[in-house]
Nanobody, 115 residues
Framework: QGQLVESGGALVQAGGSLRLSCVAS???????MGWYRQAPGKEREMVAT???????AYADSVKDRFTISRDNAKNTLFLQMNSLKPEDTAVYYC??????????WGQGTQVTVSS
């Protein structure tokens, strides 16, 4: 059974930066990796995704502020978040899709941005 473990969430002031990490274990042939977030009372939304080959996609709300990257050798995913805003406050989840189509989710890490 695969496991995703996120880290890096914290309380930060508006304008600050954070770097999230997600380590995948027990998951073979990882294709797409991504970050999603869910704020209180809202639906989970895509933040950024990256394919094994390095192609990226971002939500409009985080373009030019967030950068997604991955280390395929270490099955690790990153999200560099700069110029954070209070509206970025949410639980951030790591997501992995294997080439077989199987979906995995992490437990989430809390990011809180104070104004």
């Amino acid at each position: 059974q695969g496991q995703l473990v996120e880290s890096g969430g914290a309380l930060v002031q508006a304008g600050g930066s954070l770097r999230l990490s997600c380590v995948a274990s027990g998951i073979s042939f990882i294709n797409v990796m991504g970050w999603y977030r869910q704020a209180p009372g809202k639906e989970r939304e895509m933040v950024a995704t990256i394919t094994r080959g390095g192609s990226t996609a971002y939500a409009d709300s985080v373009k030019d502020r967030f950068t997604i990257s991955r280390d395929n050798a270490k099955n690790t995913l990153f999200l560099q978040m700069n110029s954070l805003k209070p509206e970025d406050t949410a639980v951030y989840y790591c997501n992995v899709v294997s080439f077989s189509g199987r979906l995995h989710w992490g437990q989430g890490t809390q990011v809180t941005v104070s104004s």
